[in-house]
C-alpha cells in the first residue's frame, strides 16, 4: 500500500512535466526576442540614450533671440482744496507700452562650445554602449537560464530512471522475501533507497518549476506564459584565445566604454581650458516704447530704434580658480586614461580565466560521457544480477548511485562548458553577432 501512496503522489509530478511537453515549446531565439521587447532594464536603458540624443543640437553655436513686451496702465485722481472751499479735482490716466527683440550671440569663447557638442556626441555614444551592455547581459540571463532548464529536464529525466530502477529493485526484494531468499532488512533498504530516490525526483521537479519562473521573469512574462523549451545544450568548440583578445580589444563594450569615458574628459579638460580665454559677443536689438499721458506737457511720447554691437570679457584674475579646475581637469583625463588600461587588462585577464574554464570543461564532457556510458552498461547487468541474486543490494546501490552520479557530472559539464562560451563571446563583444 505505501508503494502505491509513493506511486500516486509522484504521478501529478510526472503528469506535469509530460503536460510541459505538450505546450508550445519556445526556442533560446524566441525567448531572447521577448526578453528584449518586455524586459524592464532594456526599457529604461533606451530612455536614456532617446535623451542623450536630444542633447545632441547645434545649440552652442547658435545665437539666442529673445522678444519682450509690456503694458501698465497708471491712474489718479487730485483734489485741490482752497481757502475758500473751492475744490478742483483732477483724473489722469497713463499708459506705457513697450516691447522690444534682443539678439546675443557667442562668437568665441575659447573653443568650448566645439568641446561641449563634441562632449554631447560622447554621451550619446555611451548612451548607446549601456543600452548595448544592458542588451549583452540580458542575453547572457536568458541563455544561462535557458540552458539551465534544459539540463534541468535531464537531471528530472536521470532521477525519474533512478527511481524506476529502485522501484525495479524494491519489487524483486519484495518477491525475494516472499520467497525467503533475502532477509527483512534488505527488504526494508531497497524501501528506504526508494523513498529517498523519490525525494530527490520531487526536488528537481521543484528546481525546474522554480527555473521556469525565472526565466518568465525575465522576459516580463509574470502570469508564467513559457512552460516548455525547446534545443540541446552543445558547446561550440572551435573558440581560439588569440582570436578572442584581438576581438575583445576592439568590440568589448567595457573597453569601449572606458575610452568614450577618456574622451568625454578630454573635453571637459578643453572645456575647462577655454576659460584662460576672452569671449566675444555680438548683441543686437529692437526696442518700441510708447506713452500716453494726458497731464503731461507732451501728452504722446513715442521711442523706437535698433542698437547693435559687440562685447569682450575677459577675467584678468579670478583667485587662481581657473588654474585649480584646469589642473583637476588633467588630473581626471590621466585618470580616465589609465582606468582603460585597467579595463583591457582586467577583460583580457578573466577572458583567458574563462578560455581555461572553457577548454576543461569541454575534455570533462567526453571523460563523464564515457563514464556515464560505462556506469549505464553495468546499471543494466547489476539489475539482471540483482534479479538472479548474483549481487547483494548494498553492491546494487553502489552501482546505481555511479550510474546517477557519472551521469549529473556529464550534465554538470555540459552546463559549464555551454555558460563558458556564452561568457567569452560577451567579453570578445561576440554576443551580437
Aim: hydrophobic fraction near 35%; charged fraction near 20%; proline fraction near 2%.
Amino acid at each position: 500500500m505505501k508503494t502505491k501512496h509513493i506511486i500516486c503522489s509522484l504521478f501529478g509530478a510526472f503528469l506535469a512535466t509530460s503536460l510541459m511537453g505538450q505546450s508550445e515549446q519556445l526556442t533560446l531565439n524566441r525567448c531572447l526576442e521577448l526578453a528584449l521587447e518586455n524586459n524592464y532594464a532594456i526599457k529604461i536603458a533606451r530612455i536614456d540614450k532617446q535623451q542623450a540624443q536630444n542633447n545632441v543640437t547645434p545649440s552652442p553655436f547658435l545665437p539666442t533671440v529673445t522678444l519682450n513686451a509690456s503694458q501698465s496702465q497708471t491712474s489718479t485722481k487730485t483734489t485741490l482744496t482752497y481757502e475758500n472751499d473751492d475744490k478742483v479735482k483732477n483724473d489722469n490716466t497713463v499708459n506705457n507700452l513697450s516691447a522690444g527683440a534682443s539678439l546675443n550671440w557667442k562668437l568665441f569663447d575659447g573653443g568650448a562650445m566645439f568641446a561641449t557638442h563634441s562632449r554631447s556626441k560622447q554621451l550619446l555614444e555611451q548612451g548607446e554602449l549601456q543600452l548595448r551592455n544592458a542588451i549583452e547581459k540580458l542575453i547572457i540571463e536568458v541563455s544561462s537560464q535557458y540552458y539551465a532548464i534544459i539540463i534541468q529536464h535531464n537531471r528530472v529525466k536521470a532521477a525519474r530512471q533512478y527511481l524506476n530502477i529502485s522501484m525495479t529493485r524494491y519489487n524483486q526484494a519484495q518477491a525475494k522475501y516472499r520467497l525467503g531468499t533475502i532477509s527483512g532488512l534488505e527488504m526494508k533498504q531497497a524501501k528506504i533507497d526508494l523513498n529517498a530516490d523519490s525525494s530527490q525526483l520531487i526536488t528537481e521537479l521543484e528546481i525546474l518549476k522554480n527555473n521556469y519562473i525565472a526565466l518568465n521573469e525575465l522576459v516580463n512574462m509574470p502570469n508564467g506564459q513559457i512552460e516548455s523549451v525547446e534545443g540541446e545544450v552543445i558547446p561550440d568548440e572551435n573558440l581560439e584565445l588569440n582570436n578572442l583578445k584581438s576581438s575583445a580589444l576592439e568590440n568589448n563594450v567595457s573597453i569601449i566604454m572606458a575610452r568614450t569615458g577618456e574622451r568625454i574628459s578630454q573635453n571637459d579638460l578643453n572645456i575647462t581650458k577655454a576659460l584662460r580665454f576672452p569671449s566675444i559677443n555680438f548683441g543686437a536689438g529692437y526696442n518700441f516704447n510708447y506713452n500716453d499721458n494726458p497731464g503731461s506737457a507732451t501728452k504722446y511720447n513715442r521711442t523706437n530704434g535698433l542698437n547693435w554691437g559687440f562685447s569682450l570679457n575677459y577675467a584678468l584674475f579670478n583667485g587662481t580658480d581657473n588654474r585649480r579646475k584646469i589642473q583637476n581637469a588633467r588630473l581626471q583625463a590621466e585618470s580616465d586614461a589609465i582606468n582603460t588600461k585597467q579595463v583591457e587588462l582586467s577583460v583580457l585577464s578573466d577572458l583567458t580565466s574563462t578560455y581555461n574554464t572553457y577548454r576543461n570543461n569541454l575534455q570533462m564532457i567526453a571523460f563523464e560521457k564515457e563514464s556515464s556510458d560505462a556506469a549505464k552498461l553495468n546499471m543494466d547487468r547489476a539489475v539482471d544480477m540483482y534479479r538472479l541474486g548474483s549481487i547483494a543490494g548494498i553492491e546494487f546501490r553502489e552501482i546505481q548511485r555511479s550510474y546517477l552520479s557519472a551521469e549529473i557530472r556529464r550534465l554538470s559539464a555540459l552546463y559549464q562548458a555551454k555558460i563558458s562560451e556564452i561568457t567569452l563571446l560577451y567579453l570578445a563583444g561576440k554576443i551580437l553577432q
